[in-house]
């Protein structure tokens, strides 16, 4: 086993209200709900979690507002070994909070209030640029501001380091200077986004990553839920076949594939190889509630892949 991967992770940390229903409601609907939780969520957060629990050790780089959620966000992120020094907290903005409405089947439907999120800055980023060049891998999301996303990338392209970025969610534009990233791992809705064109089936995917290689990635991991992952180090294109289970909660599967691809590929793991073990993450939160709670730990993703077809 390789030594452990030091990962830097910028992004954001919310507190997931989650409303577990039997459907959810159409316009103008009201319903019975069938229970309320508070869960520590934020993409950011989530991926740092998983990334830590795939045995990475991990730097969160973010915002936090100085309220009862914050705190409990920073304690939940110290349980998991998360580090979080370089996580700032302030009385200007409530820490962010997404509101996550989660039905029988496993969809959700999410309403996010960024809060002190939304004030991450590249003064942030730069103060905190000596965590990303010493890191193996940088992750990164698109729940805080570009700027300071777009600085990242660029202290850890110039120091050598590589970075994994998760185009979620998905804005108008995406800076050039964000495709400078080694590794862009969008799901089939943020592919479609980023070609202009539709991404339905896995051959529609697999067309796809040429021309998001043609941005300047060199790497392009597409996730395509039940229909698995098509990977592309543009001298080949792979299909991930899918890793069957009961949705219970989808919320985080992304986050969870994202914090396991970035580990694997930090201990030295061909993309595929990766991206194989990332589906097993992804799979294994898509079948639990909750965002940081149904993260898996490199055991069970280890297990499922032993697992026979």
Not at 50 to 62: D, E, L
Not at 87 to 114: F, K, R, W
Not at 184 to 196: D, K, M, V
Not at 224 to 250: C, M, Q, T
Request: some cysteine; overall charge negative; proline content about 6%.
């Amino acid at each position: 086993m390789p030594s452990s991967p030091r990962i830097a992770v910028l992004g954001s940390i919310n507190m997931d209200l989650v409303v577990r229903c039997a459907h959810l409601p159409s316009p103008g609907e009201t319903i019975t709900a069938l229970e309320s939780l508070e869960i520590p969520g934020g993409k950011g957060a989530n991926q740092a979690v998983a990334a830590a629990r795939c045995g990475g050790i991990v730097t969160m780089i973010g915002r936090l507002g100085k309220d009862a959620f914050g705190d409990r966000l920073l304690a939940s992120l110290r349980h998991e070994g998360v580090c979080v020094e370089r996580i700032l907290t302030g009385t200007d903005c409530a820490s962010g909070i997404a509101v996550v409405a989660v039905e029988s089947s496993g969809e959700n439907s999410i309403m996010v209030v960024p809060g002190a999120n939304g004030l991450v800055s590249r003064a942030d980023v730069e103060s905190a640029s000596e965590i990303i060049r010493a890191a193996d891998a940088l992750l990164l999301q698109l729940e805080v501001p570009l700027d300071p996303v777009e600085s990242a990338v660029q202290i850890a392209v110039d120091a050598g380091v590589r970075v994994i970025l998760d185009p979620a969610p998905m804005p108008d534009s995406i800076p050039d200077g964000i495709f400078n990233a080694d590794v862009l791992c969008p799901n089939q809705l943020e592919a479609s986004a980023i070609t202009g064109r539709p991404i339905r089936t896995v051959d529609e995917a697999r067309d796809a990553v040429s021309a998001i290689h043609q941005s300047g990635v060199a790497n392009v991991v597409i996730t395509l839920g039940a229909n698995g992952a098509v990977v592309s180090d543009g001298d080949s294109v792979d299909w991930i076949e899918p890793y069957r289970v009961r949705a219970v909660d989808s919320t985080a599967a992304g986050d969870a594939f994202a914090g396991a691809l970035a580990v694997r590929l930090a201990e030295g793991a061909r993309l595929v190889d990766a991206a194989r073990f990332a589906s097993a993450a992804g799979a294994i939160a898509t079948s639990r509630l909750g965002a940081q709670t149904g993260m898996p730990s490199r055991l069970e993703i280890e297990q499922r892949i032993a697992e026979p077809a």
